[in-house]
């Protein structure tokens, strides 16, 4: 702060100086020259006005001279041409008045010029008569009247004019004085400021003198300061000249070069800060070395080693900056650096965990992503060839539930050092997840990708992983890819080997599946994922919708209890509706029914508590959900939630789905039948053993599949079915639903053979559940139910 002070106040007294310097330099020359046009213009005017008079004056004269010669004239033409000239110089006398007043005159000048004009009037009469006479040759008395009259007048009209060339003196003269008053008051005002200038002159000079003795004090403080500074500071740091040479080392750049400061000082930077490449062993050249260092430059390598004098290598990072003098020349460089081998070894060690799996010590599911990618750049650019292998363990769930994690965990180490000899230096093995490997095979076709697969499959199939006193057989499931020019990204390349490896799997396990362009199978299990990821994004962004379709009674005593089926559909991005065998499939084949089912449910009850009009739905559950250990409580839940009455709902679920998960099928139908839910047995007849199962579930309605519905008026045999299920149904107590019924010929049979419900696009077509607006037959607008409070208590899983 102070010192910017200072500058400004230097400064602007030298611009004050500066400013006095040239005020009397312009004062002086501008009155100068003042006074010199002033003192011009005056002498000309007067000077002008002086000609004039003498013209005049000589006029004067010479009219009178001009009429005393017409008299001693004695040749009529020479007097003819004497009054030509007469006359002429009375007009050129008018003419020297005119320029006289144009000039301008002062009143005593005026007056003076008053007076000669009226002596020439009164001359003029006198004068006339004489040349008048003259030229007629009237001469007696001409003689005489111009030696007492005409004469006389002369002199006293050029007296006048004398006169008044000496009031023009005069003015002159008083121009010149007032010329000498103002030359003497502008060398005043001159002599004032260069006295100014000279006391503001010394003032300036005492205080830049005083402020140098200051600056230099705190020069010196400053140096000392940051020599201190520079000793005390953790980072090393190195002064060089323009040429590179060194001047200074302080205490923590002595220790890490293991230079002195002393023996330093003179040596070439390249000497004393002598770094190479960590990767390529290559000395550098910094820009600080050759004294080119043009601007400030921050990490020059971030694989920089520092060798010390005594052969010690250090991790460092360095800065460095030009020194410039006050011109802005360079004139040396400032280099700082600092050991960062620990933080360096440290970035090893966590961009290694980044990279690999911990427990295996293989690359990991990102740095493989990574390494796809290169290799299916590399592919399209130079149209390389390359071969992805996915593994998957066949036995490892076995083992990890027989023998627990600690078993899974070194079942996988062992596995990863089983098959690194088999990998070559230029491949990569990885461990994508759980017990799923990969390996890129760089520059390798089919044929030789397959050869080393099945070395992998030999070795895993003769290895037995031995876990305290029993001993397991660990197979693999292999897919296998060729990466090509024509090969997509690496999330469908991959996608496409998980897929292979789902065949391998599928035909029968511990075996290779080459992936082919051309496989019906591989790419319709291709579609299957793709559909996974397409009902994840349906849920994420709300696109799934509820239908519902009519089960109309037939049976007269099947009025009481009318229902509505629920039909879960799904919308494309484009708004479009996809029916649910399009993705059903693929939700059932990856686990995710369960989630379908969940939202159905929690969907319809909440749709059922915001009508209560009596309105009852049937609900599909998947077999998922019958298996899974927690949807029996989430139902519970649902109830507890929404306060709905149990008998509005009833449940229907599949034989198969029944039979495959039958202790929990049985305990979630008795659990939620204790409160009132039906339930409905769907698609009966399509199992193998239906009849012999119909005894253990306590079921309330039977739905005969469709496919005997549908031609049971054409086949014999489609009919004695739907017969036979209806009147076993009947006979044990159990309501019957006709699925599929597509016309009126059929909906007649149904009738004939009693069955109790129909259902089907012939009666009517799924319709959006907001749709609904009739009431069930024996219902009216005010038979709402009151809310139902359950105190549904949390169901323990059954026993399988």
């Known amino acids: 702060m102070f010192r910017h002070k200072s500058k400004t106040l230097i400064a602007s007294g030298f611009v004050l100086v500066l400013a006095l310097t040239v005020a009397l330099a312009g004062v002086g020359l501008t009155r100068m020259t003042a006074i010199h046009n002033h003192l011009k213009l005056v002498t000309e005017r007067h000077n002008a006005k002086a000609d004039i008079i003498f013209s005049m004056r000589h006029i004067a004269r010479e009219r009178a001279l001009s009429t005393y010669a017409m008299f001693i004239m004695d040749d009529p033409f020479d007097r003819e041409e004497e009054l030509r000239r007469f006359t002429e110089m009375a007009g050129e006398f008018m003419r020297l008045r005119d320029r006289l007043l144009e000039i301008g005159l002062k009143e005593n000048e005026r007056i003076a010029l008053d007076k000669v004009l009226e002596q020439v009037r009164l001359y003029q009469p006198l004068h006339l008569a004489l040349v008048d006479k003259i030229t007629h040759e009237r001469r007696a008395d001409v003689k005489d009247e111009i030696l007492r009259h005409d004469l006389l007048r002369q002199r006293t009209m050029l007296g006048q004019l004398d006169e008044m060339v000496e009031l023009e003196r005069v003015e002159i003269g008083k121009a010149t004085a007032q010329a000498a008053r103002e030359y003497n008051s502008a060398c005043l005002v001159m002599v004032l400021l260069t006295a100014i200038i000279m006391v503001s002159g010394f003032f300036i000079a005492s205080y830049v003198i005083h402020r140098t003795r200051q600056v230099e004090q705190a020069l010196a403080r400053e140096k000392e300061h940051a020599e201190i500074t520079l000793h005390s500071v953790g980072d090393a740091v190195i002064a060089a000249d323009e040429q590179g040479n060194v001047n200074y080392l302080n205490p923590a750049a002595e220790q890490m070069t293991g230079w002195r400061n002393a023996e330093a000082r003179g040596q070439p930077l390249r000497n004393i ?112 060839h390359h071969a992805l292998l996915y593994l998957d363990l066949d036995q490892f769930k076995v083992i990890n539930d027989t023998c627990g994690h600690v078993a899974g965990d070194e079942l996988l180490r062992q596995i990863a050092g089983l098959m690194r000899p088999l990998i070559r230096d230029s491949d990569t093995l990885t461990r994508l997840g759980g017990d799923e490997f990969g390996i890129l095979l760089e520059g390798c076709y089919i044929p030789q990708a397959e050869q080393i697969a099945h070395k992998v499959l030999e070795l895993l199939e003769d290895f037995r992983f031995v876990w305290q ?96 089926e629920v039909l879960v559909r799904m919308r494309a991005e484009n708004g479009e509706l996809i029916p649910p065998m399009a993705f059903i499939p693929a939700a059932e084949r990856y686990g995710m029914m369960s989630t379908v089912d969940r939202w159905v449910v929690k969907t319809a009850f909440t749709w059922l508590a915001g009508h209560p009009s009596g309105e009852r739905l049937a609900i599909n559950l998947s077999s998922q959900s019958l298996g899974d250990e927690d949807f029996l409580n989430f139902v519970m839940e649902q109830f507890r939630t929404t306060r709905l009455s149990p008998r509005r709902i009833c449940f229907e679920i599949t034989e198969t789905a029944a039979i495959a998960n039958w202790n929990r099928a049985t305990h979630f139908i008795a659990a939620l039948r204790a409160h009132g839910c039906r339930f409905a047995l769907d698609d009966f007849g399509s199992g193998m053993s239906s009849f012999g199962y119909l005894k253990g579930l306590a079921i309330d309605f039977i ?98």
């Open 273 to 384: 800060y002598h770094i190479i490449n960590e990767t390529t062993r290559k000395a550098l050249e910094h820009p600080a070395m050759l004294g080119v260092l043009d601007t400030p430059i921050a990490g020059l390598n971030k694989h920089t080693l520092l060798i010390s004098r005594r052969g010690w290598e250090l991790a460092v990072e360095d800065n460095a900056a030009p020194i410039r003098n006050s011109d802005g020349e360079n004139v040396g460089a400032i280099l700082v650096f600092r050991d960062v081998t620990e933080q360096r070894q440290m970035q090893k060690q966590l961009s290694w965990q980044a990279s690999h799996d911990p427990l295996t010590g293989l690359a990991n599911r990102r740095e493989f992503e990574v390494l796809l990618e290169r290799l299916i750049a590399s592919a399209k650019e130079q149209d390389k």
């Open 469 to 564: 006193d029993k001993s397991f057989r660990v197979g693999v499931s292999i897919g296998l890819v060729g990466i090509h020019a024509g090969s997509g990204s690496a999330s469908s390349a991959l996608s496409v080997a998980d897929g292979a490896c789902y065949m391998a799997k599928d035909k029968g396990r511990n075996r290779v599946w080459v992936h082919q362009d051309d496989d019906r199978e591989a790419a319709h299990r291709q579609g299957e994922m793709e559909w996974v990821s397409r009902i994840m994004r349906a849920f994420d962004e709300d696109r799934f919708v509820l239908y519902y379709q009519r089960v109309m009674p037939l049976a007269a005593d099947a009025e009481d209890y009318q229902c509505r």
């Open 703 to 800: 739905k005969i599949d469709g496919a005997f519905v549908r031609d049971m008026i054409d086949d014999e045999v489609d009919f004695a079915m739907v017969e036979a299920v209806n009147r076993i149904g009947h006979v044990m107590g159990i309501r019957t639903t006709a699925e599929y019924v597509e016309n009126d010929q059929i909906l007649e049979k149904l009738r004939e053979l009693g069955v109790d419900y129909a259902q089907g696009y012939g009666l009517h077509m799924p319709q959006p559940l907001e749709v609904i607006t009739e009431l069930p037959a024996g219902k009216t607008a005010n038979s709402k139910e009151k809310p139902f409070d359950l105190d549904f208590p949390v169901i323990g899983r059954p026993a399988v």
